[in-house]
């Protein structure tokens, strides 16, 4: 099937979903986007991994299930939104999105109420607004292009948008968040690769991947015209259940990430959205996950396990604490076997 599904119906007939699941879904499609793009259906139908890739992007009516917890803005993207596209919620830096639309819609999105087909794009006006914001506010050194995904923007457009901040002089660094490598990496072509690489600030692309049966060779070879064009990569990815909660599974995701030149960068604990709670993997459990890795990978292949604070607070750490101080001031450290040794050094002077 060469063409991206987008109904339960559509579902039903790739053999994904049942056909008595197709009216309970219908009921989750009223209030979550689908769409399933041919390399992604690819990777379910051929790979061993394949669970893994359904729980991630075939919808549920496990989505319907919300809990007093879950916010429709997890994150308070909207308490931080000076005008519409920017959410400033470090001084810094600031997210600028050009477009609500995705080529894939993970089902534990943070932003699942805002995205879809009809999430559209900034007007001109509206971008021309947002862009202002950046250039009167000297202390922006990082601008982050998310949405939605803004490698789904035709290549003229990033190009606009990119030329329009090099043109800012307290912009230092551009960052562009994608599933598109992923999801439709046949847009990862020459026109593409050319507009990252027209300015000269600094660009980095942040590749969203939580599952090595994400890498079709499609996919890699797409990584690699980015790599080899000498972008700097990093990758995000989602704790979840049933999907990568394994050491095994984090550790095969991010050799093959560093094999393909990306820098795992952070492990996101999941954002409280709603329906999202069949999800969810316990922070003592996402702890311990990273602990083992520790004594498994090289640093290379370390991300950060992050949680972002619900309501808007920003992210911090859930690292696991190594060391531990006892009342006279001594230091216990904890080494990647679960020995522990003192370490007393000698007062700074």
């Known amino acids: 099937m060469n063409r991206t599904l987008r109904t339960p119906e559509d579902l039903a007939d790739a053999g994904l979903v049942s056909a008595d699941a197709v009216e309970g879904l219908k009921q989750v499609a009223q209030k979550y986007a689908t ?13 061993n991994d394949r669970s893994a890739l359904i729980r991630q992007f075939v919808p549920s009516v496990s989505e319907l299930q919300t809990a007093p917890q879950e916010l ?54 509206q971008l021309h607004d947002a862009l202002d914001y950046i250039r009167r506010t000297p202390a922006i050194w990082e601008v982050i292009l998310t949405g939605g995904d803004p490698l789904i923007l035709s290549p003229r457009r990033i190009s606009e948008i990119l030329n329009a901040l090099n043109e800012i002089p307290h912009v230092k660094i551009l960052r562009v968040h994608t599933r598109v490598p992923i999801a439709a990496p046949e847009r990862i072509d020459e026109d593409l690769v050319g507009a990252l690489r027209a300015t000269p600030k600094s660009v980095y692309v942040a590749l969203h991947c939580n599952h ?124 990647i076997d679960g020995s522990r040794s003192n370490y007393n050094p000698p007062r700074p002077t």
Do not use: W
């Open 72 to 125: 429709k803005d997890p994150i308070g993207d909207g308490t931080h939104s000076p005008v519409k596209g920017v959410v400033h919620r470090y001084p810094d830096r600031v997210l600028l999105m050009p477009t609500l639309v995705c080529p894939v819609y993970c089902r534990f999105c943070f932003r699942r109420e805002a995205v879809g087909p009809d999430g559209g794009v900034l007007t001109e006006n």
């Open 35 to 47: 769409a399933l793009p041919p390399v992604v259906l690819h990777q379910i139908n051929s790979g």
């Open 212 to 335: 090595a049966a994400e890498l079709s060779d499609e996919a890699r070879a797409a990584i690699a015209r980015l790599a080899e064009a000498g972008i700097s990569l990093l990758s995000q990815s989602v704790l979840l259940k049933g999907v990568n909660d394994s050491v095994e599974t984090l550790e095969h995701l991010f050799r093959e990430l560093v094999q393909l030149r990306v820098k795992p960068y952070y492990l996101h604990q999941l954002d409280l959205a709603p329906g999202t709670g069949h999800f969810r993997v316990s922070v003592e459990r996402g702890q311990s996950l990273v602990k083992q890795l520790r004594g498994r990978l090289s640093g290379l292949a370390q991300p950060t396990y992050m949680l972002d604070i619900p309501g808007g607070a920003g992210k911090v750490p859930l690292t696991p604490n190594h060391i531990e101080t006892d009342a006279s001031g001594r230091f216990a450290v904890e080494a």
